[in-house]
Nanobody
Framework: QVLLVESGGGLVQAGGSLRLSCAAS????????MGWYRQAPGKEREYVAL???????NYAEFVRGRFAISRDNAKNTIYLQMNSLKPEDTAVYYC???????WGQGTHVTVSS
């Protein structure tokens, strides 16, 4: 059974940091691009960041310079380091296998002002 499980969300004050993880099981994602998306209350899901199979990252403009995506293929896990968090970063964060369109269940991030 293929599973993507996010963790690391929580409540943090504005300016703080969180590190999200997404662990995959049931398959190996080493050759696939992996991404992070988010969905804020009342809004559509939006793209946050992507990391290619060769480790090359790409970011949405609104997180560039604050967030960093990484991957550990040996652990079958990707990460999203989120710094300088803002209240508008409050959302459910999802990871996605970009090749197979697998999604995790999401982890909640709340940034208080």
């Amino acid at each position: 059974q293929v599973l993507l499980v996010e963790s690391g969300g929580g409540l943090v004050q504005a300016g703080g940091s969180l590190r999200l993880s997404c662990a995959a099981s049931g398959y190996r994602f080493s050759g696939n691009a992996m991404g992070w998306y988010r969905q804020a209350p009342g809004k559509e899901r939006e793209y946050v960041a992507l990391i290619a199979s060769d480790g090359m990252p790409n970011y949405a403009e609104f997180v560039r310079g604050r967030f960093a995506i990484s991957r550990d293929n040996a652990k079958n896990t990707i990460y999203l380091q989120m710094n300088s968090l803002k209240p508008e970063d409050t959302a459910v964060y999802y990871c996605k296998d970009m090749k197979y369109d697998y999604w995790g269940q999401g982890t909640h991030v709340t940034v208080s002002s």
